[in-house]
């Protein structure tokens, strides 16, 4: 028994990781038609991390948060040549690349510097603006810090999958890195003295420290080519007619150096409205949002979760035959996989692993991993309170005349309910904590909405604490009604 098991959970995993290669592999191979199919769809899905003023940073535009900055303005212009429509995607600076490769969005243009190791794995246009790069220390402490050197003992921070992050480990002697995947994070960890100082290109470093006067910015030295400091706009390998249709916008911003000329003023202006009003009540539609969000996705994980949760447990206890034998394998595997597994990796696996059968809206996507994993918590859930419903139960019910489905759904299922129910409330409650792990691909729970928050503000702690206080109204609702229901049920 213990080796057919497994043999199963070896089955599944080698099916996954098989999956997994082959689909990028063919994903790769196929001919380029990158061009044609983004005029066809009419739209070209800009990939950015909002969190680099003036590149791309959160702004609050007619009363609504946007993406702006000169990236932005990059992009429209490429957009505006295909004679296409663009739409900005937000999400973490280091899932850029990935979700360019799974198709999630068809160029990244983040400040993002071409270096070799990632032209390996996506192209890039031409070169279309050159930032170099700073390091922000806090203004008390400007005094102590000339350059790179200047660290020994301390430790710097840099965004996860940055250059600056490369290149501060290797640039640096006695000095610790830490990577954080936002750099509102990380200067939030600087102002806290968790850091000494903050790798960022000299643009970004002058926008944080012109927005906040507790900031100073000193050169890094660091030892760089100019391509190594320049930004260029990303696409999936092999797009070569998208590439070339791209780089004649590009080539025309550099000509008549709209950057400078154009985009950067404009973004600079975003800058100031952004710090006029930082009060937490300002943004009540954002975490409004978020609340709304974070209920659906529990809501709908819950209600899907339980319907697989039962079909699961059914499975599980299923005698007899070839066919039933499988199926409690399989069910059992699926369970011990899926309680083995961290719930982020399986949202990134649906959500960039099965985007590449089908492209999956991030909600979606986040709704389906949460419901695939609360479904295996639940079958255990459903076992367990089926179980305990006492055999003369089954016994009595068998032997009054009514069939085994009868006997399940009459006197048993009713029974087990009430066992489950405190269990299958727990879970609700968890979930709701636990679904903001989706705002790692986008969906814009409350995490992420006071994410844009904190990135509009230039705030850090506030909006924590917000969310904070809005996470335990929302559990602690639904721990009283849970409870409620939980009495009515002793009664009967
Ligand atoms: N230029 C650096 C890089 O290419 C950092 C860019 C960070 N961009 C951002 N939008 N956060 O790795």
């Known amino acids: 028994m213990k080796k057919k098991l497994?043999?199963?959970?070896?089955?599944?995993?080698?099916?996954?990781?098989?999956?997994?290669?082959?689909?990028t592999t063919t994903a790769q191979a196929a001919t380029d038609n990158s061009l044609a199919r983004v005029q066809k769809k009419g739209t070209l899905v800009m990939g950015t991390s909002p969190d680099y003023p003036p590149y791309e940073f959160q702004a609050t535009v007619h009363g609504k948060s946007q993406v702006v900055?000169?990236?932005?303005?990059?992009?429209?212009?490429?957009?505006?040549g295909l004679g296409v429509k663009l739409v900005v995607k937000s999400m973490s600076f280091d899932s850029l690349l990935v979700a360019l490769q799974t198709g999630k969005v068809d160029m990244v243009i983040s400040g993002m510097n071409p270096t070799p190791a990632r032209k390996k794995n996506v192209d890039f246009t031409h070169l279309y603006y050159q930032g170099g790069y700073s390091i922000v220390v806090n203004k008390s402490e400007k005094g102590?810090?000339?350059?790179?050197?200047?660290?020994?003992?301390?430790?710097?921070?840099?965004?996860?999958?940055?250059?600056?992050y490369?290149?501060?480990?290797?640039?640096?002697?006695?000095?610790?890195?830490?990577?954080?995947?936002?750099?509102?994070?990380?200067?939030?960890?600087?102002?806290?003295?968790?850091?000494?100082?903050?790798a960022m290109e000299k643009p970004s470093a002058q926008a944080y420290v012109a927005n906040n006067k507790q900031l100073a910015m000193i050169p890094s030295h660091f030892n760089l080519s100019a391509s190594d400091t320049s930004a260029a706009v990303a696409f999936k390998k092999g797009s070569s007619s998208l590439v070339t249709a791209a780089n004649k916008s590009v080539d025309q911003i550099r000509k008549q150096d709209l950057v400078n000329k154009d985009y950067l003023p404009a973004a600079g202006k975003y800058l100031k409205t952004n710090t006029v009003n930082t009060s937490m009540w300002h943004y009540w539609k954002a975490?409004?949002?978020?609340?709304?969000?974070?209920?659906?996705?529990?809501?709908?994980?819950?209600?899907?979760?339980f319907i697989l949760g039962v079909l699961l447990s059914l499975a599980r206890m299923a005698q007899g035959g070839v066919f039933k034998t499988a199926?409690?394998?399989?069910?059992?595997?699926?369970?011990?996989?899926?309680?083995?597994?961290?719930?982020?990796?399986?949202?990134?696996?649906?959500?960039?692993?099965?985007?590449?059968?089908?492209?999956?809206?991030?909600?979606?996507?986040?709704?389906?991993?949460?419901?695939?994993?609360?479904g295996a918590y639940i079958a255990e859930y459903i076992r367990g309170g089926i179980n305990s419903v006492d055999d003369g139960q089954t016994e009595a019910a068998r032997s009054l005349g009514l069939t085994n489905t009868a006997t399940l759904r009459y006197v048993v299922l009713p029974q087990a309910l009430k066992n489950i129910w405190p269990s299958l409330g727990n879970e609700f409650i968890t979930l709701i904590k636990d679904s903001s792990i989706v705002s790692i691909i986008g969906v814009s729970e409350l995490i992420f909405q006071s994410n844009i928050v904190r990135s509009d503000t230039y705030r850090g702690v506030a909006p924590i604490a917000v969310i904070m206080v809005l996470y335990f109204i929302m559990t602690f609702t639904a721990s009283r009604i849970l409870n409620y229901f939980e009495r009515r049920m002793q009664h009967d």
């Open 166 to 198: 490369n290149e501060s480990k290797k640039q640096t002697t006695n000095t610790k890195v830490k990577g954080m995947t936002s750099v509102s994070d990380l200067i939030l960890a600087l102002q806290s003295h968790k850091l000494a100082g903050v």
């Open 144 to 164: 102590l810090y000339k350059d790179k050197d200047s660290f020994k003992g301390k430790t710097i921070g840099a965004q996860t999958g940055s250059t600056m």
């Open 69 to 80: 900055g000169m990236d932005v303005a990059v992009g429209q212009k490429i957009a505006k």
């Open 6 to 23: 497994l043999f199963m959970l070896a089955l599944v995993v080698t099916l996954l990781v098989g999956w997994g290669a082959t689909s």
């Open 287 to 305: 975490f409004l949002t978020g609340i709304k969000y974070t209920l659906i996705i529990t809501v709908c994980s819950v209600f899907f979760g």
């Open 327 to 374: 199926l409690r394998w399989l069910a059992t595997a699926y369970v011990e996989f899926i309680r083995g597994t961290p719930m982020m990796v399986q949202v990134m696996f649906v959500y960039f692993g099965l985007g590449l059968i089908v492209n999956l809206p991030a909600l979606t996507s986040g709704i389906i991993a949460i419901s695939l994993n609360s």
